[in-house]
């Protein structure tokens, strides 16, 4: 069965830095895309920002540009969001998921980062 | 990036069919055919409904179908049923920078 599962969120004051992880399971992790999509309390989907097979291509929405990181480890079957300078509209969920084509599938089941002091 | 817009809200009695539209420009949705939908029932994770605009994973009943015309593609549920009741989101390929654009979402509602 293909999974996803992420862990890493938590509360963190604004200007705080919080590690997202991914741990991917039932698929060859190493052939796919990656992307992580967010949801904000009340709002819609966020694409957030996908990573390359061998993560030498990262791509991000604008609003994280040089805050936020992504990477891999395909040996850990992992990826990985780095978040700095955190504010609060950078609360949400945060869902991990494997991007096939021009498509998402499957999906995580998030993992909730509050940004408040 | 602008989100794709899409109806806030849509409703039907069961049985009856509902359409969903998702708006963009020439620079997602009408410039490629990469327009996908997801259900998401709140709490759970989101589900691929239709990807490539018409294509639809095994395991997704017929019910549901994709289509585009221009900068609008549309999903459309036949014969509604209680279960069918979620959040619904189209997706599009945004080119530049390999960058992607969920619409806005639309909540459906079985009466």
Not at chain 1, 35 to 57: D, F, H, M, S, Y
Not at chain 2, 42 to 63: F, H
């Amino acid at each position: 069965e293909v999974q996803l599962v992420e862990s890493g969120g938590g509360l963190v004051q604004p200007g705080g830095s919080l590690r997202l992880s991914c741990a991917a399971s039932g698929f060859t992790f190493s052939d796919h895309w990656m992307t992580w999509v967010r949801q904000a309390p009340g709002k819609g989907l966020e694409w957030v920002a996908n990573i390359r097979q061998g993560g030498n291509e990262k791509y991000y929405v604008d609003s994280v540009k040089g805050r936020f990181t992504i990477s891999r480890d395909d040996a850990e079957k992992s990826v990985y969001l780095q978040m700095n300078s955190l504010r609060a509209e950078d609360t949400a969920v945060y869902y991990c998921v494997r991007r096939l084509g021009s498509w998402f599938d499957p999906w995580g089941q998030g993992t909730l980062v509050t940004v408040s002091s | 990036q602008s989100a794709l817009t899409q109806p806030p809200s849509a409703s039907g009695s069961p049985g009856q069919s509902v359409t969903i539209s998702c708006t963009g420009t020439s620079s997602d949705v009408g410039g490629y055919d990469y327009v996908s939908w997801y259900q998401h029932h709140p709490g759970k994770a989101p589900k691929l409904m239709i990807y490539e605009v018409s294509k639809r994973p095994s395991g997704v009943p017929d019910r549901f179908s994709g289509s585009k015309s221009g900068n609008t593609a549309s999903l459309t549920v036949s014969g509604l049923q209680a279960e069918d009741e979620a959040d619904y989101y189209c997706n599009s390929y945004a080119g530049r920078s390999n960058k992607y654009v969920f619409g806005s979402g639309t909540k459906l509602t079985v009466l």
